[in-house]
């Protein structure tokens, strides 16, 4: 069971982060204090909060481009919100409504008028960018209150911040779902042949809305965690994330076609990509070179399982002939 485990893509993964930590480790020494693992994950945290969610999308096979969006245009209304003197409390429960209005926007056009939801999203990528930069402009907005300030910055339970916590709650619960539940069984079987599905009694329609609404108010919970991590927001808060985030997903085994992926697969990646970042951050690697380092990580994420995969079948069929 554990070398099938060692020859599966998880098992590559789990291989690979090792070598990365260790090769960290031995160049920059301060790369397993506490601190600096902390760090690894706070300066990524909205971006592998999103992750979570886009799994479950990209299994569904679906993509929803429109995430770092809605996590822009999420905290950019709370800055509106605070600004024009709306308590912080009551701006952060508008912003996940926000989210979950974003997310069921997004559903009616994929999952009821049938539009392809790369032209969808990619299409409410600009618009919700765009609504962004109409909000604020040129100008970023500060003084947020001290105590949402806190939550983004400053240890929250023990040594962790609040975003590691959400982190790891969202990590148990979307695992548990998607492989534990009949909701997560529709998941896979739609992502599979979604004719199928709908043939077998699959509300297929209602399981897309409920991902993409989970999406959502998952991005906006982000771009609130952006905001207060940075203690200002601006129209282009945010730029850019959908590469890391559509990274750690494929990365993680998780087929783009849908049907096929594991929420630990997932983890493992993320924990490649965080190790990467920040040991290249160690080292003094510059940002570009960093996303370009991203950008293979990509074509691989996207190349590599189904290399395997056929690799495996091929093995799988010499064995029965």
Same mark, same amino acid.
């Given at each position: 069971?554990?070398?099938?485990?060692?020859?599966?893509?998880?098992?590559?993964?789990?291989?690979?982060?090792?070598?990365?930590?260790?090769?960290?480790?031995?160049?920059?020494?301060?790369?397993?204090?506490?601190?600096?693992?902390?760090?690894?994950?706070?300066?990524?945290?909205?971006?592998?909060?999103?992750?979570?969610?886009?799994?479950?999308?990209?299994?569904?096979?679906?993509?929803?481009?429109?995430?770092?969006?809605?996590?822009?245009?999420?905290?950019?209304?709370?800055?509106?919100?605070?600004?024009?003197?709306?308590?912080?409390?009551? =701006?952060?429960? %508008?912003?996940?409504?926000? +989210?979950?209005? $974003?997310?069921? !926007?997004?559903?009616?056009? &994929?999952?009821? @008028?049938?539009?392809?939801?790369?032209?969808?999203?990619?299409?409410?990528?600009?618009?919700?960018?765009?609504?962004?930069?109409?909000?604020?402009?040129?100008?970023?907005?500060?003084?947020?209150?001290?105590?949402?300030?806190?939550?983004?910055?400053?240890?929250?339970?023990?040594?962790?911040?609040?975003?590691?916590?959400?982190?790891?709650?969202?990590?148990?619960?979307?695992?548990?779902?998607?492989?534990?539940?009949?909701?997560?069984?529709?998941?896979?079987?739609?992502?599979?042949?979604?004719?199928?599905?709908?043939?077998?009694?699959?509300?297929?329609?209602?399981?897309?809305?409920?991902?993409?609404?989970?999406?959502?108010?998952?991005?906006?919970?982000?771009?609130?965690?952006? =905001?207060?991590? %940075?203690?200002?927001?601006? +129209?282009?808060? $945010?730029?850019? !994330?959908?590469?890391?985030? &559509?990274?750690? @997903?494929?990365?993680?085994?998780?087929?783009?076609?849908?049907?096929?992926?594991?929420?630990?697969?997932?983890?493992?990646?993320?924990?490649?990509?965080?190790?990467?970042?920040?040991?290249?951050?160690?080292?003094?690697?510059?940002?570009?070179?960093?996303?370009?380092?991203?950008?293979?990580?990509?074509?691989?994420?996207?190349?590599?399982?189904?290399?395997?995969?056929?690799?495996?079948?091929?093995?799988?069929?010499?064995?029965?002939?």
């Amino acid at each position: 069971m554990m070398l099938a485990r060692l020859k599966s893509w998880e098992g590559l993964l789990l291989i690979i982060l090792i070598i990365t930590v260790l090769a960290n480790a031995a160049l920059a020494p301060q790369f397993l204090t506490l601190q600096n693992q902390i760090n690894l994950f706070q300066l990524s945290i909205e971006k592998i909060i999103v992750a979570l969610a886009m799994t479950l999308i990209i299994i569904n096979a679906e993509i929803d481009l429109s995430v770092a969006s809605i996590m822009g245009l999420a905290a950019c209304t709370f800055g509106i919100l605070v600004e024009s003197g709306t308590p912080a409390g009551l =701006a952060i429960i %508008l912003c996940l409504m926000l +989210g979950i209005v $974003a997310g069921a !926007f997004n559903a009616f056009w &994929i999952a009821y @008028v049938q539009i392809p939801s790369l032209v969808v999203t990619l299409a409410m990528l600009i618009m919700y960018r765009g609504i962004a930069r109409v909000l604020l402009e040129d100008r970023g907005i500060t003084g947020f209150p001290q105590w949402f300030g806190d939550l983004g910055q400053k240890a929250f339970l023990g040594p962790f911040p609040l975003g590691m916590i959400i982190f790891v709650v969202l990590l148990v619960v979307l695992g548990l779902v998607l492989h534990r539940t009949g909701f997560g069984r529709e998941v896979f079987v739609i992502g599979t042949n979604a004719e199928v599905a709908r043939f077998s009694g699959v509300r297929v329609a209602r399981v897309k809305t409920i991902l993409f609404i989970i999406s959502g108010v998952i991005s906006a919970l982000a771009g609130l965690l952006y =905001a207060g991590r %940075l203690a200002s927001v601006r +129209g282009d808060a $945010a730029t850019g !994330f959908e590469l890391d985030i &559509i990274t750690m @997903v494929l990365l993680g085994g998780v087929s783009i076609f849908g049907g096929r992926g594991t929420i630990i697969g997932v983890l493992f990646s993320i924990l490649i990509v965080l190790n990467l970042r920040n040991g290249m951050a160690l080292v003094n690697v510059t940002g570009h070179i960093q996303t370009a380092v991203i950008g293979i990580l990509l074509i691989m994420s996207v190349l590599g399982p189904n290399l395997a995969e056929r690799m495996r079948s091929t093995g799988l069929a010499k064995a029965s002939a």
